[in-house]
């Protein structure tokens, strides 16, 4: 793959397609962390005194429809603020726009134009004429075979990779190539069927791994303990049974002790402490204990690598957030090399002010983790391919 460090810019339109995929709530921007990583490449660009193009998507609207819940334009603003500089905000690029050396323009959700998802060829072609140079530098969405992260690649001049996503691959690249041991991976969420295939793979690489969430439950159900009316997955009863028994990972799973219940769902209610093997048929599991959290600390502290995707409990709750803050304390204590992917994982680490405790943080989730099931990232082929085409010549 090209790097972007290694082209020339100067006097050139240059096309990056940067992650701004922020959580907005009636247009206010709640976390801009994924904005405020693409900093260091527009300013790497701006040095070259060529102009800049931003493109992203935000959300999931419906496609070939204008939602203004998810407009960019509070970002371009955002941007302007952060850089100090104009960002020009442009809703309607189809038909091409004017800009000079120096300028920086941002367009409007990719996602409001028909034939992104499906990485249709003529919109791909329509991106890859915006520019002289194309920059991939969406980590987060290199997963994604869509119109703006792959197909524009093929139509470009020239495509390189841009430095947060070239950082990105090789912070993982570090993890997986040769990883001091013990090497622990700590996954949570609501399903373990959206999760499966890391799961299994990492089950056959890592040493430890600690089961959270509703991928925990799915797990203990399926172990024949009482987890009540707690967020499980039936359909994967057996796949978590056989994960749970199968001898031939080289990982341990450490179990649960203890939990924090409740008899309802609701940012209200209290707490209450029991051992695993005491729930009731009435009981939600929405943290874990402290016993359980005490183990998974010891376990953190001897571990010379971790990687963690997703929280263990309902953090967002405060009475149910001290499992996933006191793994979260752990992981910043541990003199191990840490790596940590997953929108939710990003809201804990933030609601916990851990950040600076963290190695590694990805920007990206999915793409984080078909890493590491060890999938090829689109965007990543596409590169590939465009460099040894222009490596080899017409």
């Known amino acids: 793959m090209l790097k972007m460090n290694e082209i020339d810019l100067s006097g050139k339109r240059v096309l990056i397609r940067v992650d701004l995929n922020v959580p907005m709530s009636n247009g206010i921007i709640e976390n801009d962390s994924r904005i405020k990583a693409t900093i260091p490449t527009i300013k790497l660009a701006l040095q070259s005194n060529c102009?800049?193009?931003?493109?992203?998507?935000?959300?999931?609207?419906?496609?070939?429809?204008?939602?203004?819940?998810?407009?960019?334009?509070?970002?371009?603003?955002?941007l302007s603020s952060a850089l100090r500089r104009e960002v020009r905000f442009i809703s309607n690029w189809d038909n091409n726009f004017d800009i000079n050396n120096g300028d920086i323009v941002l367009m409007e959700n990719v996602r409001f134009l028909k034939g992104e998802k499906n990485n249709d060829p003529d919109l791909s072609k329509k991106m890859g004429?915006?520019?002289?140079?194309?920059?991939?530098?969406?980590?987060?969405?290199?997963?994604r075979s869509h119109a703006s992260t792959c197909g524009v690649i093929e139509f470009a001049k020239i495509a390189c990779i841009g430095p947060l996503f070239s950082y990105e691959l090789e912070s993982l690249q570090r993890i997986f190539s040769n990883p001091k041991r013990p090497l622990l991976a700590i996954v949570g969420g609501s399903k373990i069927s959206t999760k499966l295939e890391v799961i299994t793979s990492l089950a056959k690489?890592?040493?430890?791994?600690?089961?959270?969430?509703?991928?925990?439950?799915?797990?203990?159900?399926?172990?024949?303990?009482?987890i009540g009316s707690s967020l499980y997955e039936e359909s994967m009863l057996v796949t978590a049974k056989l994960?749970?028994?199968?001898?031939?990972?080289?990982?341990?799973?450490?179990?649960?002790?203890?939990?924090?219940?409740?008899?309802?769902?609701?940012?209200?209610?209290?707490?209450?402490?029991?051992?695993?093997?005491?729930?009731s048929k009435d009981d939600l599991i929405l943290d874990i204990g402290p016993k359980t959290v005490k183990k998974y600390e010891a376990i953190i502290e001897k571990a010379?690598?971790?990687?963690?995707?997703?929280?263990?409990?309902?953090?967002?709750?405060?009475?149910?957030?001290?499992?996933?803050?006191?793994?979260?304390?752990?992981?910043?204590?541990?003199?191990?090399?840490?790596?940590?992917?997953?929108?939710?994982?990003?809201?804990?680490?933030?609601?916990?002010?851990?950040?600076?405790?963290?190695?590694?943080?990805?920007t990206g989730g999915g793409a984080f983790l078909?890493?590491?099931?060890?999938?090829?990232?689109?965007?990543?082929?596409?590169?590939?391919?465009h460099g040894d085409k222009l490596e080899k010549g017409p």
């Open 51 to 78: 102009s800049i193009i931003l493109m992203s998507h935000m959300g999931r609207p419906r496609e070939g429809i204008f939602e203004e819940d998810f407009s960019l334009n509070s970002v371009a603003e955002n």
């Open 129 to 143: 004429e915006l520019c002289d140079i194309f920059v991939m530098d969406a980590f987060a969405s290199a997963h």
């Open 205 to 226: 690489s890592v040493d430890y791994l600690i089961l959270g969430g509703g991928i925990a439950n799915t797990v203990l159900k399926a172990m024949g303990y009482e």
């Open 243 to 279: 994960l749970s028994e199968d001898t031939a990972n080289s990982c341990v799973i450490p179990e649960i002790f203890d939990v924090l219940v409740a008899r309802k769902f609701s940012v209200e209610s209290k707490a209450i402490l029991k051992n695993i093997e005491d729930v």
């Open 304 to 362: 010379a690598t971790i990687i963690w995707n997703g929280p263990v409990g309902v953090f967002e709750f405060d009475e149910f957030s001290q499992g996933t803050k006191n793994i979260t304390n752990a992981i910043m204590c541990s003199n191990g090399y840490s790596a940590a992917g997953g929108g939710d994982t990003i809201a804990a680490i933030d609601k916990f002010d851990a950040a600076d405790g963290i190695s590694y943080i990805s």
């Open 370 to 385: 078909e890493f590491i099931e060890n999938k090829t990232l689109p965007s990543a082929k596409a590169l590939e391919i």
